[in-house]
């Protein structure tokens, strides 16, 4: 409450008179009494607020703090305007908070349901020393009589909370099946704050059942006006679209990932992962997947999709227009054009046309969740291939490491850092002694090279991260980063791992 307050109606806080403002000015609750002059009726005017507030009336203040999250929200501020709407949802919870304040300190807990479209939501309270110190939602579809499901969930509740003394359900209930089965007094109230508080449980059961179904048709309203403005804009109907994404590191490990949306939904079944056969520029990764996703459905009579998005200018736009030409199929191709922040702000078309998006609109929003997803998907596989080929290829330069040891290693020490730490002794523990000398002399080879030549500081080459957006040197970067080459003839044995061409998973 005084959080909310201080928040609401900024006063003075210190105790002493500052010469300079405090933490409190620059957070915007206090108006700066200790270094400038306040006006004493605005003073007294905010005073006069905060008593108001306190006897409850709290309407006018809710009314402000709407229109300024409005105007916050229209004008794109908005962590001011989730700011607004936690000091609304606060004063919301302080009023309900206040209807339900018990003057007797007793310990129980209410529920409440509401049933609608299928569907049944549950609210609990859970009441103690007189206070409601927490409350439980849950949604869930129906599959048996609404109070046989509001009991199973009352007893599947219990199966992991403590029962208390008292529980009050609404009519209708089946009280004796919850006593035997709960050992505790069942009641269903008839008047008093009892008969209030469990109203009150549906009612919040019916308006968080309601919300979740609006927020569910509102997306999918979004969804809808999304795809209708796509097949406006590229005069056909849009209902499948797929996007790739190119990642590598200094060239290695290069891969490429296809995510498919179908209706604004991502189909995740159809996604797809490729292996690139060593560096290339992005342009010439664009033709390879392009080549080889297409190709392939075209071979197997499987439908094209009706937008091809490529994440990328002209160059990209143009590499696709090249792999659909030489294969002849009809494939409506567009890039995305991203802005000195490297945000998306149009999509260009196979003309080279630009076509604006609005920041507010659904479409802008659709395009960038997949313009995440595909990235997440690329990296993602990227990743885990790097990973892979970390201990990959010292393991299998060694004689009597086969499959099954390998494994047992790989496991005892996840990466290059750990196996170098390991003790002869310790690798005896896991392979036999000939084999685990092979492998500790081959892991320590150059360490007598290394302590006689320069720091890596005074050798250290520059190499280029794609993925990073700079450039760093040898020196800068940790041993145990794959992502650059460093002059160590012991990281060398780990080789990257060449991709298999033409696999498609």
């Known amino acids: 409450m ?5 928040q609401l109606y900024p006063m003075r806080r210190c105790r002493t008179m500052s010469k300079t403002p405090c933490l409190y000015y620059h957070m915007h609750q206090c108006p700066g009494f200790c270094f400038q002059k306040v006006d ?3 003073a007294l005017a905010r005073r006069e607020k905060i008593i108001r507030f306190l006897k409850g009336y709290t309407g006018e203040v809710k009314e402000e703090l709407q229109e300024k999250m409005a105007e916050a929200s229209q004008n794109l501020n908005f962590e001011r305007a989730q700011e607004l709407l936690g000091q609304i949802r606060s004063i919301d919870y302080i009023q309900e908070k206040q209807t339900i304040d018990f003057s007797i300190r007793d310990n129980f807990d209410v529920f409440g349901w509401y049933e609608d479209k299928g569907y049944i939501s549950f609210q609990g309270f859970f009441v103690r020393e007189g206070k409601l110190l927490e409350r439980n939602m849950s949604v869930a579809p129906i599959y048996e009589d609404v109070q046989d499901a509001f009991v199973s969930y009352i007893l599947q509740y219990y199966q992991t909370n403590k029962i208390p003394s008292t529980i009050y359900v609404p009519e209708g209930t089946d009280v004796e099946s919850l006593e035997d089965a709960l050992d505790t007094k069942i009641i269903i109230p008839q008047r008093g704050d009892r008969k209030k508080l469990t109203e009150l449980a549906c009612a919040n059961a019916k308006e968080a059942h309601e919300q979740k179904f609006q927020l569910i048709y509102r997306k999918d309203r979004e969804l809808e006006g999304a795809n209708r403005k796509l097949s406006t804009i590229f005069h056909k109907p849009i209902h499948t679209i797929e ?3 190119n990642s590598h590191i ?5 891969v490429s990932g296809l995510v498919v ?5 991502p189909d995740k079944n159809a996604y797809r992962k490729y292996q690139l056969d060593g560096y290339r520029s992005d342009t010439d990764s664009m033709k390879e997947v392009v080549r080889r996703r297409y190709s392939r459905l075209q071979r197997e009579n499987k439908p094209m999709p009706d937008l091809l998005l490529v994440d990328g200018g002209v160059g990209q736009i143009h590499a696709a227009q090249s792999i659909r030409d030489e294969l002849g199929i009809p494939l409506t191709i567009a890039g995305l054009v991203k802005d000195d922040k490297h945000s998306t702000r149009a999509l260009l078309n196979e003309n080279l046309q630009e076509i604006p998006l609005d920041k ?3 479409l802008f929003f659709l395009l960038t969740r997949m313009q995440d997803e595909v990235h997440r998907f690329a990296i993602t596989y990227h990743q885990k291939l790097r990973a892979k080929g970390m201990t990959k290829s010292i393991l ?8 099954k040891r390998k494994k047992q290693i790989q496991s005892a020490y996840p990466s290059l850092k750990k196996m170098r730490a390991a003790s002869l002794e310790d690798f005896e523990k896991i392979v036999p002694a000939k084999t685990a000398a092979l492998l500790y002399a081959r ?8 302590t006689d030549t320069a720091s890596p500081a005074e050798n250290a080459e520059t190499v280029p991260v794609s993925d990073a957006g700079n450039t760093r040197t040898a020196a800068e970067t940790p041993a145990s980063d794959p992502s650059v080459a460093i002059s160590d003839p012991a990281d060398s044995l780990h080789t990257e791992e060449r991709a298999e061409r033409g696999s498609e998973e």
């Not at 949306?261 to 939904?265: A, C, E, N, Q, S």
């Open 2 to 6: 005084v959080k909310l307050i201080s």
């Open 396 to 403: 299998d330069d060694i004689a009597g490491i086969g499959p």
């Open 250 to 254: 200094s060239g290695t490990y290069n």
């Open 360 to 362: 507010t609109d659904p």
């Open 243 to 245: 996007l790739f994404d």
């Open 261 to 265: 949306f179908r209706d604004g939904k």
């Open 40 to 42: 004493e009726k605005e």
């Open 443 to 450: 892991l320590h080879e150059n360490d007598e090279e290394k």
